[in-house]
């Protein structure tokens, strides 16, 4: 069962040539675990993952499993396909490890239908056989999965929570209908978060995380129990909010990464050009 209501969402660190540097993307897991973070999602922040091919992720999955963070950490990693086949080969690679959980997003591009984005989850979390975040993003992948089909998919007992980055309505529909009240309704990223959690949302899956991890850990839970935020903490979270999300916000993040010398690699491109 997946116990933490905050993980951040860390960058993929790439080499100047745009191969996958493995070391320095777990070199920055790393440094959030110094920093108090206990869970973070791998392999999929900002279409990153769609970049990465099937090996390229089994090797980032393979040296985290070989890595003593995934003792320590609540470790979720993404999958996703424009190809269901990869995706439940890598859910079955997956299900052979000590990652705690996946964060199961809908291919981009190629529309499914509702019955086939349906068939298509039940088909990977079959073959992870781990806690499953569900994953909509319409506005990256052009499909919006419905509150009817989510709760369809909600049938299956390893589904433990939502993150929506569509219809924040949504939410507001589906917590009164889902009597769990362990489930967890993921917010994408800090913009909007107060707004968000009125509807309902009482999980983030945080990018600006990555930056500043004490300062926003302690936003988000100052959030979730109604306690006062200091005037100075919730400007600087404020500042950094908008720096990050003006542009394309793993851009942004990666390049104050390494201008603080927290070595994060280059995007692949077209991002950062």
């Known amino acids: 069962m997946l116990k933490e ?9 790439f080499n100047e040539d745009e191969s996958l540097n493995v070391n320095l993307t ?11 973070i206990k869970s973070v ?3 999929g922040s900002t279409g990153e993952q769609h970049s990465l091919s099937l090996n390229e992720k089994i090797e980032l999955l393979n040296a ?15 999958v996703s396909s ?50 499953v975040i569900i994953y909509n993003n319409p506005r990256r992948t052009g499909f919006d999965l419905t509150a009817d089909s989510i709760k369809d998919l909600l049938k299956n007992e390893l589904i433990v929570g939502l993150k929506e980055a569509g219809n924040s309505e949504k939410v507001s ?21 107060p707004e968000k959690m009125k509807l309902g949302f009482n999980s983030l899956s945080s990018m600006t995380g990555n930056i500043e991890p004490i300062l926003i850990k302690n936003y988000f839970n100052s959030l979730c129990e109604n306690l006062l935020i ?7 979270v404020e500042i950094l909010i908008e720096e990050v999300f003006q542009e394309n916000p793993i851009v942004k993040i990666k390049s104050i ?3 603080n010398k927290n070595t994060i690699g280059i995007c692949r491109k077209p991002l950062g050009n």
């Open 173 to 193: 529909q589906l917590k009164k209908e889902i009597k769990n009240e362990d489930f967890y309704f993921y917010a994408g990223g800090e913009v909007g978060l």
């Open 26 to 36: 777990l070199a920055h897991i790393e440094k959030l675990y110094k920093n108090s």
């Open 5 to 13: 209501k905050f993980h951040i969402a860390v960058p993929t660190a």
């Open 257 to 259: 990464l390494n201008k």
């Open 64 to 78: 985290l499993e070989n890595s003593y963070l995934i003792n320590e950490m609540e470790i979720i990693f993404g």
């Open 82 to 131: 424009i190809r269901e086949k990869e995706a439940i080969y890598l859910a079955k690679e997956i299900s052979k490890t000590k990652i705690s959980g996946i964060l199961l997003g809908f291919p981009p591009y190629i529309l499914p239908s509702q019955t086939e984005a349906i068939v298509y989850a039940n088909n990977i979390i079959k073959a992870a056989n781990k806690n």
């Open 230 to 236: 200091q005037d100075n903490d919730l400007k600087k």
């Open 41 to 43: 999602m791998v392999c």
